[in-house]
């Protein structure tokens, strides 16, 4: 019994130290397993981490990138507008220079002109000195006698001596040949009247200010008939011809027109109606 009761209780102890050592060895796996997953995650930490830093480092170098880029195309927006700055400025210093030297040609052309028409109305004003008699008709168009006869004809006192100007034909009055400078953009003068109207006559109704029109010597004044223009007779012509015809000389390229007008009784009696 006591040989049955030693060998139970050896095979107990056996059964214990077996189970003991089952034990150590389960918590040595359990322990080796947490520790090799403990590895396992600091390995991925590692490697996310390594990962982040490339992301990281990707990303800034692609706004250095992007940045010097920006800067890069900066700089040459500020060259072009730089260039473009000085580009304008010569043109600018160009469109300078030709404009001094076309005011200067300007000049020196509307000095030879006035010299001409100083020089066209001494001679005209010499030639209708010694054609008229009357202190009006200082500019006054010299007609040529019908008869080749010196002697002039007598005539009634009461009777008022006619003319025949651009073909019309018993004109009284003066008649007065006005050289218009082309100086300024816009002529400032309007007419009414023609062939086509109740107003036969083609008259000046509108002279403003500031235009080539009102500052011409001798003046023109509201109700002088229009005759012709640059020698072209407006006889016959409808409104819209003698407009014409007055705008085709004002646009041409000669640099002064020439208007010859006749005051009538019409020009004072405009005259006075401005007065009242």
């Known amino acids: 019994v006591i040989r049955v009761l030693l060998e139970r209780e050896e095979a107990e102890e056996k059964r214990r130290l077996e189970e003991a050592e089952e034990r150590r060895r389960q918590e040595e796996a359990e322990e080796r397993r947490k520790r090799e997953e403990a590895e396992e995650k600091r390995r991925r930490e590692e490697e996310e981490a390594e ?83 009357r202190p009006d008709d200082l500019y006054a168009v010299p007609v040529k006698p019908k008869s080749l006869d010196a002697t002039p004809k007598p005539q009634a006192a009461s009777e008022p001596t006619t003319q025949t100007v651009a073909g019309y034909s018993g004109l009284t009055g003066s008649i007065v040949n ?28 509108l002279i403003t200010a500031g235009g080539c029109a009102s ?3 001798p003046p023109l004044k509201l109700g ?45 009696r405009v005259a006075a109606a401005k007065g009242k």
Request: no cysteine; glycine share 4%.
């Open 215 to 217: 500052v011409v010597a």
């Open 51 to 133: 990962e982040k830093r490339r992301q990281e480092e990707a990303e800034e170098n692609r706004r250095l990138q992007e940045a010097e880029e920006r800067r890069a195309v900066e700089e040459k927006k500020r060259q072009e507008a730089a260039e473009q700055r000085r580009k304008q400025e010569e043109e600018r210093e160009k469109a300078n220079r030709e404009r001094l030297e076309k005011e200067e040609k300007a000049k020196k052309e509307e000095q030879a002109r006035r010299a001409r028409a100083a020089e066209v109305l001494r001679k005209s004003a010499q030639e209708m000195s010694t054609t008229s008699s």
């Open 224 to 268: 002088q008939q229009i005759l012709s223009i640059d020698n072209q007779s407006l006889r016959g012509k409808t409104h819209k011809q003698a407009v014409g015809a007055i705008k085709e000389s004002f646009d041409s390229r000669r640099t002064e027109m020439t208007v010859t007008v006749h005051e009538d009784e019409e020009v004072e």
């Open 178 to 205: 006005v050289l218009i400078p082309k100086t300024k953009p816009k002529l400032g003068m309007g007419v009414d009247g023609g062939e086509n109207t109740k107003q036969k006559a083609v008259r000046i109704r």
